[in-house]
């Protein structure tokens, strides 16, 4: 049944991105972002369905950083280790604020487990969704395509490139934290995420 989905859903991307990506590189991706996702996702009932979500960002970033598709707004990264919780809410911070005048994608250097409960919980109150987020590794063509890649807690285990601008943010770690402290960090966020923005000309 995997198979079958994923192959449906390589046939869909290949028809896409037809003359820009190889059929072969497209089918390529989609298998091997179900097997990534699969070794460090505790949630398997909608795998399938997060694979195609997360082959599709990476066709999209490999078309990008070789040029074969435009970059209409600015390209953000955030990582940290797990990607369950300060670069996911970074991420959807910076997409709630920026109203689609920036492209955001968000990973981790070792994914594992599902999004942080409490972190969906604090951004909740500020009326901004994770629901949908899940963990996913760092790719090299997302890192490729970034215009911006900001680091929380990862070390050197982000590829560098020249020509991209890197940071990295001392923030605290939202795992195993009461609510009261995941508001503090989610307001930290929001607050450097609003001076990034502003130094983006959003």
Same mark, same amino acid.
């Given at each position: !049944? ?15 991105? &037809?003359? %820009? ?8 991706? /989609?298998? &091997?972002?179900?097997?990534? $996702?699969?070794?460090?996702?505790? #949630? ?29 707004? +600015?390209?953000? $990264? ?10 996911? !809410? ?7 604020? *920026? ?11 070792? +994914? ?22 899940? +963990?996913? +590794?760092? =790719? ?7 215009? /911006?890649?900001?680091? !929380? ?6 590829? #560098? ?6 940071? &990295?943010?001392? /923030? *605290? ?6 609510? *009261? #402290? %995941?508001? =503090?960090?989610? =307001? ?15």
């Amino acid at each position: !049944m995997p198979h079958t989905v994923l192959a449906r859903t390589a046939a869909d991307l290949a028809a896409k991105y &037809e003359g %820009v990506v190889s059929r072969q590189t497209v089918e390529r991706c /989609v298998f &091997e972002s179900y097997t990534a $996702l699969r070794r460090t996702s505790r #949630v398997h009932a909608h795998l399938t369905t997060l694979a195609g979500r997360f082959a599709a960002d990476r066709l999209r970033a490999l078309a990008q950083s070789d040029g074969s598709v435009p970059k209409d707004v +600015p390209e953000v $990264l955030f990582v940290c280790v797990q990607n369950a919780g300060r670069s996911q !809410m970074a991420a959807a911070i910076a997409a709630h604020l *920026a109203l689609g005048k920036v492209h955001v994608r968000s990973a981790g250097s070792k +994914p594992t487990g599902e999004i942080n409960p409490v972190a969906i919980q604090a951004l909740r109150e500020r009326g901004i969704d994770l629901t949908n987020a899940y +963990p996913k +590794p760092l =790719d090299d063509r997302v890192v490729h395509a970034a215009d /911006v890649i900001i680091t !929380m807690g990862c070390g050197d285990t982000c590829p #560098v490139y020249p020509g991209k601008r890197y940071e &990295e943010w001392d /923030v *605290a770690d939202p795992a195993g934290q009461p609510l *009261a #402290v %995941v508001r =503090d960090i989610r =307001d930290d966020l929001t607050s450097r995420v609003s001076a990034l923005l502003r130094q983006l000309n959003v």
